[in-house]
């Protein structure tokens, strides 16, 4: 049985399909797949054809709802591809847009110019949330889609407990959310000809949660063929945010959580997760870790085909995945992410800062861990407490720990195992329009700022970029043609162009260029800070396991 509810939740942008009226037929564009006919509507403003909420997939449903999708519907008359506002289960926060949310969510939404050229290159887009929140709808890529050189396809994936609940066993092997990305993957590698894109040419790009979910899809021995460059935007395969350490102690804590006690019995917990009403599996919690409940894991062998059977550093230590141009980097503040929970977060950072450390890093004792927690701590705020003073400091030791080390240091796996053609790049652009950091008069560029700039919706209340600043327009401009360069040549800055010459980047993590009016080369990612955390992972690194059944 379907389940639906309408929710609200905050969006980064406004998209609307104008209301059908009596229209002639250049406004629809019809398109035949397997599964039956498609009918896109123009969006004449940036002269493409949108085809929204396709099925490409179904999720299986009752005791099997966190196995993988099965294939989709399929339809005998024309089927209008319009928006409806399906999302996934996930937890609903403010409201500013009415959206449908139900667990059969697994839709696609592609834009394909208005131009008879076929074999067009592909952009895929995974969209972010912290594997809890979003909607592949969240930011559109209509501006891409605009130049007539791509063809842009972004879609929901279980989120949340739906889709990385990992309890190694054959009905919750874990990974489901990854596995609909797969899905996804291999229809559009079956049907986007049909739309006039190259099958063969396809570029996966993503922020956060979605970042992450590229560099996977690269390790993963699953999806040969169905890719041949990534894009990550502020998220790192070696991570703590990025594989659950322990996905069977998470799924234990989380149960707890939801005043489910019985947590040492497997079948008791396995059968509490799948007997649960769906909706009621879902809420708000927090680590101060830099850990989520729900990502990724290492799955156990199982009568469904793994997804991710090895840690990423062990694949990539391995040199044993394709090895496929990368573009990749981080925002200038990703710590911005973490300022909301600065007030919260303050004192409990004075009194023990080893509760902050990643958790991907492990200690032989207590006081071990505390030690190591004084010299980090004093590396980012000196003598200093935590304090509104002091919040800089607080953002630059969030952004590193969650995503500027995690990237450089994947980076530099990636190269120590024969991996060239990787573009390393922070963004930093800001202007009058950015807000300031709390209880300062400094702006910076949050937490994947330059996912915001490449796609629509930077106004946040419009995808129409006039109300921008000139130079506002004159960077997302800049943006788009470096992401569209790499999507169609595998390089974002081309020969003979006016932008500044961008080479790849070496294992020391230099150079790198600096995203901004105008861009800028410079030298070692991070500096001494990231000596400073080679040296502490080299001897405190703590491996990721499957879940660990009869423990």
Known sequence: MKIMYLVTIPIL????????????EDEWRK??????????????????YAFYNIPYATVPSGPDRFKAPLPGPVWEQPREAVDKGVICMQVPTKPTKSLTMQEDCLIANIFVPDTDEKDLPVIVSMHGGGFELGYGAVLAPKYLVKTKKVIAVNFNY?????GFLCLGTSDVPGNAGLKDQLALLRWVKENIASFGGNPDDVTITGGSAGSISTLLLMLSNTTEGLFRKVVPESGAAVSSLAVQLDPLEYAKDWAKTLNFTNVDDLAALEDFHKNTPLQSLFHSAQRTDST?????????QTSEQSFLDDSPYNIIKSGNYRKVPILIGTSNMEGLLEKNKFKRWEMAMNENFSKFLPGDLQFDNTEEKKETAKKVKELYFGEQPVSEDTILSYIQYFGDVMFNYPTLRTVQ???????DQIYLYQYSFVDE???????????GAGHCAQSVAIF???????????????EYQQMNATMRELWTNFAVHGMPVLNGSSLPAWPTVGADGSPYMILNQPLQLAGAFLEKRAKFWNDLYDGHYRAPIPPQLGH
């Open 13 to 24: 942008i406004v998209l609307s399909v104008a209301a059908f009226t009596n229209c002639d």
């Open 31 to 48: 398109v035949h797949i397997a599964q039956g006919d498609l009918l896109g509507r123009k969006d004449p403003a940036f002269g493409l």
């Open 158 to 162: 279980r989120l949340g407990v739906h």
């Open 292 to 300: 989520l409940f729900h990502s990724p894991c290492i799955e156990r």
């Open 413 to 419: 796996l990636l190269i120590e195992s024969g991996h």
């Open 433 to 443: 329009s950015t807000p300031f950091v709390p209880y300062t008069k400094v702006r």
């Open 456 to 470: 629509d919706g930077i106004a946040f209340v419009t995808s129409n970029e006039s109300t921008l600043s000139v």
